[in-house]
């Protein structure tokens, strides 16, 4: 007997009911059905196949995954890649960046938002990049989306072109 777990809307662990071991992964696609174990790879049409193919109804005993709730954080209105940053002091803060810590007692600050920083192959984009790195390149930012940085990027990318 089997379960299957859900990976996503089309993929699913195949897991034996007893001992919730892992026997493959099932995946669907527009030309039917997929499992891959250690036995190999095995094809089928439609779901029926797959249930044939495992003696039951797998599609009734699907466990769904327990979300996590996705928790933001921001430092100064700016997205943060941590959880529970530290934001940087009055006292410990070096420029009007929105700075954070990832420890308590670190000295390692990172920028909170998106940025397009210009290395010496050319302009690229960062997330929550290491004050250390603003401070070494040319950098536009911070921006509070990741589409509007890539906005900026695509303007900064195509006027290196034209010099």
């Known amino acids: 007997m089997v379960i299957l777990k859900e990976i996503t809307d089309n993929s699913w662990l195949v897991l034996s009911e007893e001992e919730q071991e892992r026997i493959g992964l099932l995946s669907s696609s527009p030309n039917g059905f997929v499992l891959l174990s250690k036995g190999g790879k095995v094809k089928f049409a439609e779901k029926k196949d797959v249930e044939e193919f495992f003696e039951e109804s797998v599609f009734d005993k699907v466990i769904q995954p327990i979300m996590q709730s996705a928790k933001e954080y921001f430092v100064k209105g700016y997205p943060v890649d941590f959880d529970t940053p530290f934001?940087?002091?009055?006292?410990?803060e070096i420029s009007n960046l929105p700075l954070?810590?990832?420890?308590?007692?670190?000295?390692?600050?990172?920028?909170?938002?998106?940025?397009?920083?210009?290395f010496p192959k050319g302009w690229t984009h960062s997330f929550c990049p290491k004050y250390a790195t603003l401070a070494k390149?040319?950098?536009?930012?911070?921006?509070?989306?990741?589409?509007?940085?890539?906005?900026h990027l695509s303007m900064l990318k195509q006027n290196d072109k034209r010099n």
């Open 87 to 92: 934001e940087a002091d009055a006292e410990d």
């Open 100 to 118: 954070f810590t990832k420890t308590k007692t670190s000295r390692v600050y990172h920028c909170a938002g998106y940025y397009c920083i210009l």
């Open 137 to 151: 390149y040319k950098y536009v930012g911070p921006f509070k989306t990741e589409m509007e940085m890539k906005s």
